[in-house]
């Protein structure tokens, strides 16, 4: 008999079914056993009577533990008392691999689970989310060619940084000292003159001290670069491919959702609604008034950025963040020097920025003067000041945490379950 998936099998409903998985659950007694199967697509619960079944089937089964491998045969049908509805009553069985006793039990720490990620990455929850993950990335992929924008790859391995420098991971490259790069922009930035549109999704690495919810070391940053746009046609960009990301997930990944117990009404605003947006002194003032005391020149922190984000179920534009506090490439803005012509998107629930952009600064003096600011070594900039020698366009782009929308949309605590196998300062195993 051809194989086919659980969920194909339940969606037949009735009929002989070839089935193969992992045993996800086993109970029975001297006459029945309960074996629940799992495999990518689903679970169903499969009993064995003792008198259908060869004897050493039975035996075979006797001895199955959880994760053991098996194919087996049966006839499928509802049943409403088993756990996704239907049940097969199983003719044959076939032991692929008997497991071991499974270290991973019910009620486990979040850290023993951690050291269990090779195995822990099975459970039902993490097949959910990895399934969202995956849509994630397709929908991001189908949003950009769509729009005509071209894959551009950036090197992993960098000779100087872009973002601030304390977390720069350090790389011995032969004889010399290279960096992880912390964003693909600086490369982005020369091929833009060459294709226009580009987007990668690209791994960055943060050596992130903070042991926090919303920081990897190493993530995947959505990142993209556009020749003539502002910083509105940014704004405007960024919106239309998170609606699409939540349009997408919600479309394709209701059963792995409901898996995770996320409320789904809580992204249909974001779909429905233009995001509002503000300017870093309207938000300063709002804090203020909120009675939180925060001056005006600071980036914002995540408390402050959870404050501006109560009572909004959409994400919140925040624009025009002061200068000083900026990364070298953010232009000021001619109307008030004070403030730089980027944003962060702020996303609701608690999840903080999520994506950060901004226009890029074409005034060559400006740049080589706010990176000696910086304390940078200019000669390590040569390549990215030459793109402002030969036809200086306007340009601008974005970048987004990944992993922070999956985290986002699966209504995760913590971003380490966006990812299969995370790293922070203190998790690198396995
Ligand atoms: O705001 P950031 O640092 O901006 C850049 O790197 C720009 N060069 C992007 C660009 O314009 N091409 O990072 C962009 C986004 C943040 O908004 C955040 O969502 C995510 O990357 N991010 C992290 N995600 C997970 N773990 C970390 N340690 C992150 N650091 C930044
Ligand atoms: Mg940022």
Redesign the pocket.
Known sequence: MKFISIDEAIKNGKGKVALRGWIYRERGSNQLKFLVLRDSTDIIQCVIDKDRISEKEWNDADKLLIESSVELEGEIAKDKRAPTGYEVKVSKLNVIHFAEKYPITKDQSIEVLADYRHLWVRSRRMTAILKIRSTVFGAIHEFFRKKGYYEFHSPIIIPGG??EGPTLFEVKYFNQKMYLT????LY?EAAMFSLEKIYSINP?F?A?KSKTS????E?W?T???VAWFNLYDLMDLCEDLVKHIIIKVLKENKKELKILERDVKKLEPVVKNKFPRMTYSEAVELLNKKGMKVSWGKDLRTIEEEKIMEGYDTPVFVTHYPKDAM?FYKPKDPKNPKVAVCF?MLGPEGNG??????ERDTNINELIKTLKKKGENVKDYDYFLDTRKYGSIPHG?????T??MIKWICGLDS?KDAIGFPRTMTRFKP
């Open positions: 872009a973002e912390q964003t693909w922009q982005a960055s943060r992130e919303r920081h990897l070391t993530y940053h990142e993209v670069e990364a962060d920025e999520l994506v950060g952009g901004s782009g974005f970048g987004m945490g992993e922070r971003i």
